[in-house]
């Protein structure tokens, strides 16, 4: 039995607008919907259908935003992983399907922090940065797709000067600009979904792990202490579910670290980053970072390491910071913490149905603050009978590898081995 840990020693977890308290779950309860996880797929979900009236019930076995939701890198990018096989599925139309899709979260994020008054430290700004000549020709195509749609935010391609200019580093040879992508607080975005939700009539229970479903004409989610009878039932335990054999091998979790520096001096903020955009690499084993409300570097990567000690996490970004920016070298880091991020073999967002009344959401392969916004949105339509979105999900057959549970960690050893050698070509 998993007993429920409090939030990592994160950056966000110190500076929360507020840890709420939801009660564990006790007792047998009944709902419209059963949602089980309160990461950004589950309370997005559950906001959505309170929404439209929904009785709706989260049950979490940690807290509100425990996992990646609430540990992730802060950066909203456009975008769904897998997008290409997906608009490959539909046709014609499908490019300009998935390109509309892949931007559609981030509408509801800003929708949401203006509607419930989410402080959230949301920034537009964002750079796509390039480090071989292959990566300025995938940007360009990019750019194409921006005036192919006419893209609604400013955008524009950054020569090598411009975007050593822009970040104060030699390391990069060119980049994409662009307005519609930002950064934000992920886990006071989520406490404020999550306080949203519940100002609507949604119910949330915290420190419940699940440790059964029963199927039927309707199912109930089972806990140590109580239960929840639903019509229907939401699986958005994405990485952290352990719970449904199915969802087994079919889903990678990696492991994604970031560490915070103390808060820079402002004369250091105007050389790195002084309009304040988030910043991504486009390898597989990427590296990516942002200045926080606070103005401290917040720098994170991907290493084959399966523990949490902050110093441990520390020690391996500090060198790869310090090779972008080396003059942070005498700059003091205050935060390094981790978490598990769900990827798919083939990068495609997963979504099914395991009977007629229990679907689920996971696997958003590092794009999971956008798209868990519009996968809690095809929820609700797949609770209120509209399938249409869902199902160009569902027609993609997720690959599953025997044994994945088993091996997990092994096995994303060897992806990190492989990704490494891909990435240098």
């Keep these: 039995m998993t007993s429920s840990q409090p939030h990592t020693t994160s950056y966000y977890a110190a500076t929360a607008n507020q ?33 439209r009236g929904y009785n709706v019930h989260v049950v979490e076995a940690n807290k509100v935003g425990w996992g990646a939701s609430g540990r992730n890198g802060g950066q909203m990018i456009g975008g769904i992983s897998g997008d290409s096989k997906m608009a490959d599925s539909l046709g014609d139309e499908g490019e300009r399907i998935m390109w509309d899709m892949g931007w559609a979260g981030h509408e ?48 524009k391609m950054l020569s090598k000067q411009e975007t050593q200019d822009t970040l104060g580093t030699k390391a990069y040879i060119g980049a994409l600009q662009n307005d519609g992508n930002g950064h934000l607080h992920p886990l006071n975005l989520c406490l404020g979904e999550a306080k949203a939700a519940v100002s609507l009539g949604a119910t949330i229970y915290e420190g419940s792990p699940v440790i059964d479903i029963k199927r039927g004409k309707k199912a109930t989610v089972v806990t140590e202490k109580g239960s929840v009878t639903a019509d229907f039932v939401v699986l958005a335990g994405n990485a952290y579910h352990f719970l449904e054999p199915k969802l087994r091998g079919i889903l990678f979790p990696v492991n994604s670290f970031i560490i915070g520096t103390e808060p820079l001096p402002e004369q250091m903020v105007n050389e790195i980053n002084p309009q304040d955009l988030a910043v991504c690499d486009p390898n597989y084993i990427l590296e990516y970072f942002r200045l926080s409300a606070d103005k401290r ?20 970004l500090r060198p790869r910071m310090l090779k972008i920016y080396p003059q942070l070298k005498n700059i003091k880091l205050d935060f390094g913490w981790g978490g598990t991020i769900g990827v798919t073999a083939n990068r495609v967002p997963q979504m099914g149905k395991l009977a007629p009344n229990i679907i689920y959401s996971q696997g958003y392969s590092g794009h999971g603050v956008n798209v868990t916004h519009v996968a809690g949105q095809i929820m609700a339509d797949t609770v209120g009978g509209t399938l ?33 050698i891909v990435d240098r070509l």
Excluded: W
Aim: with cysteine.
């Design 297 to 316: 570097l917040l720098f994170g990567g991907r290493f084959t390491y399966f523990g949490s000690d902050p110093e441990v996490i520390k020690a391996n």
């Design 19 to 51: 840890l709420a308290e939801y009660p564990c779950l006790e007792g047998d309860k009944s709902a419209d919907v059963c949602v089980v996880g309160a990461g950004f797929t589950g309370i997005s979900t559950a906001l959505h259908l309170a929404e």
């Design 388 to 420: 249409e979105r869902f199902d160009i999900f569902a027609n993609i057959k997720p690959m599953r590898i025997p044994g994945q549970h088993l091996l997990r960690n092994q096995m994303v050893a060897l992806g990190m081995m492989y990704y490494k």
């Design 108 to 155: 509801i994020i800003r929708q949401r922090i203006k509607t419930y008054s989410i402080d959230c430290d949301l920034k537009s700004g964002y750079l796509d940065v390039a480090i071989k000549p292959r990566h300025m020709k995938d940007l360009e195509a990019y750019l194409n797709l921006f005036e192919k749609y006419k893209f609604p935010y400013s955008y």
